[in-house]
């Protein structure tokens, strides 16, 4: 089974087309997340988790909701992470977590698709979207044919910075970086709802027909980049940027 988080589609994507491709099950981690629901899943095919990056790692609402999970069926389990440029050393986490659930780890694929962390970066335009989409087919294909022939993801490569990006830095990146504060709404919002519907963890509550944010955020941005006016900002930081959805 195919079992994935996103926030802008990126994952829901590679989900799809692995899916597909394998012929095996698809199934979306938002409602469990936003409903606080423990999986219990069974899967006669193997796991594959695919998610963001989220500070080189796996993000943690969903390393946390494979953490209280019950999967049952197969015990081998693939990573795929999506990404703007790199995962760092993810894939050490990946191997404790399977170490924690019991799974046989069979590796992480990396495969980068267009940057979405506007409250830090910049996303792409849609033409240049569309081509890193079509180059991180090779990639994909790869990735799936492991799977298909029960082979483990090729390691991978790592540098001298990436234990740190990994472990301190993605630590303090959640103390001091993930928060819902800065996000405002301007008068071009229309009352439209879309925001508070698609935040995975319900963090987004509406008053008098605007959006609310409260304390649970995890960054994943479909908020900002879903609004249909452009009404959401992250304080200075998202000003001029283009938004970032999943065009396939
Ligand atoms: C909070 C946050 C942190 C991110 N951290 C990284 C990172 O460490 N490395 C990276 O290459 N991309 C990073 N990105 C980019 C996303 O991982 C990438 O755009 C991903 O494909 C988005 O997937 P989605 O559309 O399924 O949400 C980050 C994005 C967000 C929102
Ligand atoms: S998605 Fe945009 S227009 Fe719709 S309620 Fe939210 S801020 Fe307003
Ligand atoms: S408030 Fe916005 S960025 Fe934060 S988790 Fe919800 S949808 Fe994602």
Not at 3 to 10: I, L
Not at 135 to 155: H, M, N, S, V
Not at 177 to 190: G, H, L, Q, R
Request: net charge positive.
């Amino acid at each position: 089974m195919v079992f994935y988080f996103t926030g802008t589609g990126n994952s829901r994507y590679c989900a799809q087309q692995i899916a597909v491709q394998l012929g095996d099950t698809c199934q979306d981690a938002f409602h469990l997340i936003r409903n606080g629901i423990a999986p219990e899943l069974s899967s006669p095919t193997p796991w594959v988790f695919v998610s963001p990056t989220y500070s080189w790692q796996l993000p943690r609402v969903f390393a946390d909701l494979i953490r209280s999970g019950r999967f049952s069926g197969s015990q081998e389990a693939y990573f795929v992470m999506t990404c703007g440029s790199d995962i760092g050393k993810a894939s050490l986490g990946n191997q404790k977590l399977c170490q924690e659930k019991g799974f046989h780890y069979r590796g992480t694929l990396p495969v980068i698709m267009p940057e979405n962390y506007i409250a830090m970066f910049n996303a792409p335009q849609p033409e240049e979207a569309k081509q890193i989409i079509a180059d991180a087919r090779p990639t994909l294909d790869q990735g799936i044919a492991c799977i298909r022939e029960g082979k483990d993801f090729p390691p991978v490569k790592t540098g001298a910075l990436d234990g740190l990006k990994s472990g301190l830095v993605n630590r303090l990146f959640y103390r001091f970086n993930v928060k819902a504060d800065p996000f405002t709404v301007s008068s071009a919002c229309i009352s439209c709802g879309k925001c508070a519907s698609l935040c995975p963890l319900g963090n987004i509550r509406m008053e008098n027909g605007k959006p609310v944010w409260g304390k649970k955020c995890t960054h994943c941005m479909a908020c900002i980049c879903s609004c249909p006016t452009q009404a959401i900002e992250y304080g200075k930081a998202s000003r001029g940027k283009p938004r970032y959805r999943c065009p396939e």
